[in-house]
C-alpha cells in the first residue's frame, strides 16, 4: 500500500531557516535545508582519507545523474552532467551544422545566459530569430530552415507558462529540434520528457531542486545523433575517463559525451540532497500548493495597492511579479525585515514552493505596506522643505 504524500507542513520542518526568515526567492535560489548541511557534511568527513573520498564524490555525482533523470522521466544513459545551463546549451549548438539549415528560433522570453549562446552562434553561420511567447509566433518563424528551437518551460522573469508540447509538435513537422530550459519548473512542476516530446532539456540544481549553483542536467533524447562531436571536452566525456588515455578522443553513445572535467563536488552532494527531497513530493500537488499560494499573493498585493503583474493562472508558473520603480531597492528593504526576494528588470519576483504558506505572505504584506507607509512619510516630510 502506497504512503500519503507528504504535506506541506511536513516538507516546511526540513528548512528550519523559515522559523526566522520568510524566503520567497525559490526562483533565483533554494531555501537551505537539513538534508543539505548533512550532506556537505558528510562530504567533509569523507575528504579525510584522499582515495576513499575520490569514490565518494564519484558515486555522489552518479546518484545525482540517476536521480534526475528518474525525476523527468528519462534514462540514465540520456543525462549529462554540466556546471550549468549555458554550458548545456552550448553542447548541443556546437555540435550542430548550421551550413544547410542555419536557422535558430529562440524566443523575448529566454533566460539572456541561454540566447546569448544562441547568438553566439551566428559567428558559425547561424541566423537567430526570436519569437514571442505565443505557439503563433513560434510558428511564423519554423520553416524547413530551421535547425534549432529554444523553448523554456516556464519564463525567467514573469513566469509564464509556454506551450512547449504544440512548439516541439510543430518543430519536428518541419525537421528541426527542440532545446527546452526547464530550470524555473523541475522540481515545482511535473516535468516529464516523454510527454515534452523534446529533444534537449536543461535544468540546474539550485533553485527548485534545493541545491547550489554549479551543477546543471542535460538531457538528450538521442545523443548520438549529431553533426559533430563536442570541441569542449574532458576526461569525463569519455568512453573510460580512468582509463587516463590523453591520446586517444573516444566519445560514448550516452549523454557523457557532453560532459567535460571534474564536476564542482560540494554542488553534487548537495544536488543529491535536494533531489532526494524533491523526489519524495507528489509534484502535481505541488503545483496547485504554489499556485493557490501565487493567486491568494496576488489577491492579497493587489487589495494593498501593489501593482502585480497579471498572469493567468493556468499559464503561470512559480511565482509572481510586482512591479517597481526599483526592484533592487525594495528587496533590500524587504530584506530588512528578514523577507527574501528576487528582482529581475521592472518586477520583484516573489516566488513559491512546497515549503511556503500563507503566514509568508502575510509578512510580506505587513512588510510592504510599512515600507510603503515610510516611503510615502519620507516623500512627504521632503516636500514640506
Given amino acids: 500500500m ?196 523534446c529533444d534537449y532539456l536543461v535544468a540546474g540544481t539550485s533553485k527548485y531542486l534545493l541545491g547550489l549553483p554549479g551543477f546543471a542536467f542535460l538531457y538528450a533524447r538521442a545523443p548520438e545523433h549529431s553533426d559533430r562531436m563536442p570541441t569542449l571536452t574532458g576526461w569525463f566525456g569519455r568512453v573510460d575517463p580512468f582509463a587516463f588515455n590523453s591520446f586517444q578522443l573516444d566519445y560514448p553513445a550516452s549523454a557523457t559525451r557532453f560532459e567535460t572535467g571534474t564536476p564542482a563536488v560540494p554542488a553534487g552532494y548537495a544536488a543529491v540532497a535536494g533531489l532526494q527531497l524533491v523526489g519524495e513530493l507528489d509534484l502535481a500537488l505541488v503545483r496547485h500548493h504554489v499556485w493557490r499560494l501565487g493567486e491568494l499573493a496576488r489577491e492579497q498585493l493587489s487589495a494593498q495597492g501593489e501593482c502585480v503583474r497579471a498572469i493567468p493562472l493556468e499559464h503561470r508558473g512559480a511565482h509572481i511579479g510586482i512591479i517597481d520603480a526599483d526592484p533592487a531597492g525594495l528587496a533590500r528593504r524587504l530584506a530588512g525585515h528578514d523577507i527574501a526576494v528576487s528582482p529581475r528588470h521592472d518586477v520583484v519576483r516573489v516566488s513559491f514552493h512546497y515549503y511556503s504558506n500563507v503566514e509568508d505572505i502575510a509578512a510580506l504584506c505587513a512588510a510592504l505596506r510599512e515600507i510603503r507607509r515610510r516611503s510615502e512619510f519620507s516623500f512627504a516630510s521632503t516636500e514640506g522643505l
Avoid at 537551505?32 to 548541511?37: A, K, Q, T
Wanted: proline share 5%.
Fill in 2 to 197: 502506497s504512503s500519503l504524500p507528504m504535506s506541506p507542513e511536513a516538507f516546511r520542518s526540513h528548512f528550519p531557516m523559515l522559523q526566522r526568515a520568510v524566503h520567497l526567492a525559490t526562483c533565483s535560489l533554494g531555501a537551505r535545508s537539513v538534508e543539505l548541511d548533512r550532506a556537505l557534511a558528510r562530504m567533509l568527513e569523507e575528504m579525510t582519507c584522499a582515495g576513499a573520498a575520490w569514490e565518494a564524490f564519484e558515486n555522489q555525482i552518479s546518484v545525482a545523474r540517476s536521480r534526475f533523470a528518474a525525476l523527468i522521466g528519462a534514462r540514465v544513459d540520456q543525462v549529462a552532467v554540466v556546471p550549468n545551463a549555458s554550458i548545456g546549451a552550448f553542447q548541443v549548438a556546437s555540435t550542430r551544422s548550421w551550413k544547410t539549415r542555419p536557422r535558430i528560433v529562440t524566443t523575448t522570453a529566454e533566460f539572456p545566459s541561454i540566447a546569448h549562446v544562441w547568438r553566439a552562434q551566428r559567428q558559425c553561420g547561424a541566423e537567430v530569430v526570436d519569437a514571442g511567447h505565443t505557439l503563433d509566433s513560434f510558428t511564423a518563424f519554423i520553416d524547413r530552415t530551421t535547425r534549432l528551437v529554444s523553448v523554456p518551460l516556464i519564463s525567467y522573469q514573469h513566469a509564464v507558462r509556454l506551450p512547449v508540447v504544440e512548439v516541439v509538435q510543430g518543430a519536428h513537422a518541419a525537421g528541426a529540434e527542440v532545446f527546452v530550459d526547464a530550470y524555473q519548473a523541475v522540481g515545482v512542476d511535473p516535468v516529464d520528457v516523454g510527454s515534452l516530446g
